[in-house]
């Protein structure tokens, strides 16, 4: 089964304020709490519907992401891998607005205590450049990065047999150490990293030979990854656990950013989801009229008509033929600026004939002046 849209399970607007979500998450929560429910097995599914909903929503980092990428976030599911498992949320918390604390601990985001240390490697940031059709319409790519990784040898435990590896006695594993320390009458209660086991929480007895303990090697890897239809220049893309492993072992590898970079197109300009361009065009097209056939960047050809007695400077606009809409369905259009194209070399014969053309549609140098004012007349006039 398809998974339904946050807002419309919270059946809010996308543009709805922290008050309006807190507002129907409330309704439906009480309505739909299983105490409530005790002869419908389907409403905890409802309440764990409306749960994640709202905890996605209310997180403005998590609501900016879906509202970018929906349920396919690039960074896997926000809540790990098992996915969102509900919360024990009581009627009486709904009343009384309790559940807020309770949803500001997801995410890591507040609420949780600074002196746990956090067994976690560092966060890597690559910038990688793609092209302008690449970022129209999204697709598997893949780039390839010397960085440190899990040693192969012992799995990035560090230890060279699975015995190796011991819990360190004087942080009982905790990486991290509280020490007193007296200034004046006070007493300051300090947290430091484990000086016996450097912070990892292990011991290792007998090191890996390959990476001499450290758990991890740098190594050229390839790293596979989905680009978004419609992704923004600058966005970076978040691959959890795909970072550097920690040094000694133990604990999850950082995350993997990869800022995404859209190089510049040959003809167009972005300006949000439209497309701009500057179009040459002879004169002759300009009087005449002509319908021009281009590759477009979404796959398919793309056809701009001119109109008969086009003038340099008019635009044109195909509908719906560029970016998707950031929010909501549709894409945006492509504007066509016309421009007068004006050879720099003109053959005798063809000059002959421009010349004889300016005998038949030319202006004579003095009837200049007064096109130039009928010109400015009509521009008031219509103004
Ligand atoms: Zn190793
Ligand atoms: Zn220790």
Redesign the pocket.
């Known amino acids: 089964m398809a998974k339904r849209d946050y807002y419309e399970i919270l059946g809010v607007s996308r543009n709805a304020d922290d008050a309006e979500l807190k507002k129907a998450f409330r309704t439906l929560a009480r309505r739909n709490h299983p105490d409530k429910n005790p002869d419908d097995p389907t409403a905890e599914d409802r309440f764990k519907e409306i749960q994640e909903a709202y905890a996605v929503l209310s997180n403005p980092q998590q609501r900016q992401n879906y509202d970018m990428f929906g349920h396919d976030s690039p960074g896997g599911n926000p809540f790990g891998s098992g996915g969102f498992q509900g919360v024990n949320i009581s009627m009486d918390d709904i009343f009384s607005g309790g559940f807020d604390s309770v949803f500001s601990q997801f995410f890591g985001g507040g609420g949780s205590s600074s002196s746990r240390r956090s067994f976690r490697g560092n966060d890597v940031l690559i910038r990688h450049s793609i092209s302008m059709d690449m970022a129209m319409v999204g697709g598997e790519t893949e780039l390839e990065v010397k960085s440190l990784v899990a040693?192969?040898?012992?799995?990035?435990?560090?230890a060279?047999t699975p015995d190796g590896v011991r819990t360190c006695d004087t942080c009982s594993g905790q990486g991290q150490v509280t020490q007193n320390r007296k200034i004046g009458p006070f007493i300051q209660q300090m947290v430091t990293d484990c000086p016996d086991c450097g912070g990892t929480g292990r011991k290792i007895t007998d090191?890996?030979?390959?990476?001499?303990?450290?758990?991890?090697?740098r190594k050229k890897q390839t790293i596979k990854f989905t680009i978004p239809a419609g992704i923004s220049d600058g966005i970076r893309l978040r691959m959890a656990e795909r970072g550097e492993p920690i040094r000694g072992g133990g604990g999850r590898a950082g995350d993997l950013y990869i800022q995404v970079n859209i190089l510049e197109h040959e003809w167009y300009e972005r300006d949000g989801s439209d497309l701009l361009m500057a179009m040459p065009v002879g004169y002759s097209e300009l009087i005449l009229g002509t319908s021009v056939t281009l590759p477009h960047i979404d796959g398919k050809d793309i056809t701009i008509d001119v109109p008969a007695s086009s003038t340099p400077g008019d635009t044109l606009e195909v509908k719906g033929r560029g970016f998707p809409h950031r929010r909501g369905r549709g894409r945006g259009n492509v504007t066509v600026l016309l421009k007068l194209f004006v050879p720099e070399k003109l053959s005798k014969n063809v000059k002959k004939q421009i010349e004889d053309l300016r005998s038949e549609i030319g202006i004579a140098p003095d009837s200049m002046a007064d096109m130039v004012r009928n010109e400015a007349k009509n521009r008031r006039r219509t103004r």
């Open positions: 040693c192969d040898e012992c799995d990035g435990r560090a060279a090191p890996c030979k390959a990476c001499k303990g450290e758990g991890r090697e």
